[in-house]
Nanobody
Framework: QVELVESGGGLVQAGGSLRLSCEGSGRTFSGDAMGWFRQAPGKEREFVAAVAWTGTGINYADSVKGRFIISREYAKSTMYLQMNALKAEDTAVYSC????????????????WGQGTLVVVSS
């Protein structure tokens, strides 16, 4: 069974940091691009960051650029999202995804999804 499992969410004060993890199992994801998305209450799911299968092609949403860092650890089949200088508007359920067909910024393109982890930033 193919699975992506996120962890690391929680409650943090504005200005603080959290690191999210996304561990894959059931198949290798080393040849796939992977991404992070988030969905705040009452809002559409939005792209946060993505990393190519090479690990070197990285893209961020403008809203998180300079604050978040995406990375991969192939030996552990794990992707990370280091979130720094968190703001109240970063509050959302964060989900990881893998194997986009074409547009890595479009959540509809991804084949595999995790269940999500909640991040709450208090102001």
């Amino acid at each position: 069974q193919v699975e992506l499992v996120e962890s690391g969410g929680g409650l943090v004060q504005a200005g603080g940091s959290l690191r999210l993890s996304c561990e894959g199992s059931g198949r290798t994801f080393s040849g796939d691009a992977m991404g992070w998305f988030r969905q705040a209450p009452g809002k559409e799911r939005e792209f946060v960051a993505a990393v190519a299968w090479t690990g070197t092609g990285i893209n961020y949403a403008d809203s998180v650029k300079g604050r978040f860092i995406i990375s991969r650890e192939y030996a552990k089949s794990t992707m990370y999202l280091q979130m720094n200088a968190l703001k109240a508007e970063d509050t959302a359920v964060y989900s990881c995804a893998a194997d986009p067909r074409r547009d890595y910024k479009d959540h509809r393109e991804y084949r595999y999804w995790g269940q999500g982890t909640l991040v709450v930033v208090s102001s």
